[in-house]
């Protein structure tokens, strides 16, 4: 059996959270489709975004695995952390989803969303807290 690092098991979560957060808005949970006139709501420019975050957070997280220094380590966590909460802050002040509670974005994409990045920060605070220790 193989033993994983945690800091290897860190890296991987977060890697995988920053893929699903690249795919999120247009293959897994999209966000609203263009209005009959073709113009696009906030939600689609907030899926935009999220796809950047994620984009941001995968090579993060590709660097966290292959670095050996730890001390480069903790502060690309500590990164982590951040752009998590950006992502949050990205789905409710920032730029937010469509008025309407029961919206394809505010019903799906949105809590998708807000869940992976909470994952994405607890992972990193408990990574950050543990090397703090040791």
Known sequence: M???SRKKISGYV???????????????????????NGMFMKCHWMGNMTM?????????AIVFII???????LGLAISNIAIGVLEILNAH???????KA???CRAKTI???????????LVNIYYCMKERHS
């Open 2 to 4: 193989v033993k994983m």
């Open 14 to 36: 977060s890697a995988i959270i920053g893929l699903l957060l690249v795919l999120a808005p247009k293959f897994i949970t999209p966000v609203c489709p263009p209005m009959e």
């Open 52 to 60: 950047g975050i994620g984009a941001v957070i995968l090579v993060l």
């Open 111 to 121: 809590p998708f969303c807000i869940l992976l990045s909470g994952i994405l920060v």
């Open 102 to 104: 029961d919206m394809g």
């Open 67 to 73: 670095v050996k220094d730890s001390k480069i380590s």
């Open 93 to 99: 002040v920032l730029i937010g989803g469509c008025m």
